[in-house]
Structures are given as structure tokens and as C-alpha cells.
């Protein structure tokens, strides 16, 4: 484990590297104008030579080889930059905001895994079932759904039509503090939403895992000893089943990311995803760079927790990766 983690770790400089230089190759590649975008409604009225006295201070007016290095070497040395569309530090910026969407997106993510499993468990007990039957249509039918046309008809069933959770935000219009129960219901319906949009690819990943599992000569075995059904499904069939489900965490690590940024935008989340757009509409070098090598390393993170958690779950697989 240890020779896996640290080849991966290696594995991963030449990737986050490629990846920042290229957020900043396609910046200096956009059409917009980031001085413009700082400068806001002034820079209308400002002349070239305040402009480009701006774009000095900036430090857009380098090539991009050598804006790109800067912000490595600052980086190195725990030094985002500022943002220019924020107009604070990036490391601020970040702060302020990853923690609601980690708590978003780990919410969502233990909700897929666990109601994933146990209808796959369920379904996969009686094919052709009922209950398999109208879970895998449902789960085909949400894989076709957008995050954000779920989360709008949350939003209307929910908040609109039952005024049973909160629309959107984080805490109560007009509150000035933040507790527990407010966060805890305001997260119920963006949670919600990403989890179940995550959930058909948890749920038809175990069905079948369990399904093949049970029809191997082990189960038919245990069934011929007498033993009980439920342990036959949860001891034999549940931990073969869930083997193929464990390398899906590392994959769907993107997919979870987009999702969310679409969710909190929907659901007005102060997580990071309002943050990305206006670095990304703006042309915000130094914070786009930053959340990229955030997102990049959360999909190479997840990828390593799928490996690890297969080879801790099946002993004869070897940590070579």
C-alpha cells in the first residue's frame, strides 16, 4: 500500500503541473479581458495608460510561461495569489468555501452509496422482479436526468408545492447566525438531489455484482448447508457483489464534482461552484489554477481510494498500481 500510494503520489506531479500550465494557456487563450473585468464599470472611463499601468500590477502583461512559474513557485510556498474578481487572497477565498461543499458532496456521496446498495442487494435477490423491475427503470431513467433539472424540481415539489424544506441557501432568510438545524435543513434537498442523480450507476454496479455472485458455486454451497437466506445474501453475495461497486468511487469523483457545482448553483450553496464561474467568466488566473489543482487532485485522491479499497476487500489482489 504504501510503494502504490507513494508511486501514485509521483504519478501525480507531472499531472498537476500539466494541468495548472494548461488552466493558464487557456486563459491567456479567452477572449476576455481580465483588467476589464477588475477594473469593472471604471474601466469604461480609464485611460490606455492607467489600463495598462493595471495590467502591470496585475502581472497579465508577462508571458504566459513566466505568469504561470510565478504562481508555481508561490504556490509551492502556500501562496495562491489574489484574486482579482474576489478581491482577496485565494487561500481565503478556498477556505471560505471548500468546507460547505465538501459537506455537500460527502453527504451526497454516502447517500448514493448506501441507498445504491441496498436496493442493488434488494433487486438483485429477485430478478425480474418487481422491485427490480421498477428500480432499474427509475435508475436508467435518472441516468439520463440532469443534476440541475432534478434539483429545480426539488425545488418546486418540495419548497414550493409541499413548503416542506427550504429552497435554497444556507440558513433562514434574516438570520444573522448559524446553527445546526438550519444547515442540517437546508442541506436535506441539494444532499438529496446530488445523491440520487449519483445513485443508478451504485445501485446497477451492485445489482449485477450481486446477482453474478450468487449464481457462483460458493453461495450454492452455503444454501445447500442450510444456511439462512439473509446470510447467504449479506455474507456470501454482499461481499462479492460490492468488489466491482468499489472501483466505481475513484470514477464517479468527476461526475460528483460537476454535480455539485451545478447543485450549489441551483440551490444557492455557498460552496465553491460561484467562485469557479466568476473565475472562470473573468479570466481569474491565480483562483482558477487553484480550484483546477483542487478538482484534479480530488479525481487522483478518488482513483487511489478505489484501489486501496479493493485490495483491502479482496486479499488477492496486490498493491502494484
Known amino acids: 500500500m504504501a510503494r502504490m500510494t507513494g508511486r501514485r503520489a509521483l504519478f501525480a506531479v507531472p499531472v498537476l503541473l500539466t494541468v495548472t500550465f494548461g488552466v493558464f494557456a487557456v486563459a491567456a487563450a479567452s477572449p476576455f479581458d481580465p483588467v476589464k473585468a477588475y477594473a469593472g464599470t471604471a474601466g469604461l472611463t480609464a ?3 492607467n489600463l495598462d499601468q493595471l495590467r502591470a500590477n496585475l502581472g497579465v502583461d508577462q508571458p504566459l510561461p513566466t505568469r504561470w512559474w510565478n504562481w508555481l513557485t508561490s504556490a509551492l510556498q502556500g501562496d495562491f495569489g489574489d484574486s482579482t474578481v474576489m478581491r482577496q487572497p485565494v487561500a481565503d477565498v478556498i477556505a471560505e468555501r471548500m468546507g460547505w461543499s465538501v459537506l455537500l458532496a460527502a453527504s451526497a456521496f454516502v447517500i448514493a452509496i448506501l441507498l445504491g446498495t441496498a436496493l442493488g442487494v434488494l433487486a438483485a435477490r429477485r430478478p425480474g422482479g418487481w422491485l427490480d ?133 441551483v440551490f444557492s450553496w455557498p460552496g465553491i461552484a460561484a467562485a ?31 484501489d486501496l479499497l479493493y485490495g483491502l476487500a479482496d486479499p488477492r489482489v496486490a498493491f502494484d498500481g
Not at 160 to 176: H, M
Not at 287 to 296: H, I, K, N
Open 47 to 49: 485611460s490606455q495608460e
Open 133 to 265: 423491475r421498477g428500480v432499474s427503470s427509475a435508475a436508467y431513467t435518472l441516468e439520463a436526468a440532469p443534476a440541475f433539472w432534478l434539483g429545480l424540481l426539488a425545488i418546486w415539489l418540495f419548497a414550493l408545492k409541499l413548503d416542506l424544506l427550504p429552497a435554497g441557501g444556507l440558513t433562514d432568510a434574516g438570520s444573522e447566525t448559524i446553527t445546526f438545524g438550519q444547515v442540517a435543513s437546508h442541506l436535506v434537498l441539494p444532499a438529496a438531489v446530488l445523491g440520487i442523480s449519483q445513485l443508478p450507476w451504485f445501485f446497477l454496479y451492485v445489482r449485477q455484482g450481486v446477482m453474478d455472485a450468487l449464481a457462483e458455486d460458493p453461495v450454492r454451497g452455503a444454501r445447500a448447508r442450510g444456511l439462512s437466506e439473509r446470510t447467504v445474501l449479506l455474507g456470501h453475495g454482499l461481499r462479492s457483489g460490492m468488489l466491482p461497486m468499489l472501483t466505481l468511487i475513484g470514477s464517479r469523483v468527476p461526475e460528483l464534482i460537476t454535480g455539485a457545482l451545478l447543485i450549489e448553483t
Open 276 to 306: 469557479t464561474v466568476q473565475a472562470a467568466t473573468s479570466v481569474d488566473f491565480s483562483l482558477l489554477a487553484a480550484l483546477t489543482v483542487l478538482a484534479t487532485a480530488a479525481v487522483l485522491l478518488g482513483n487511489l481510494l478505489s
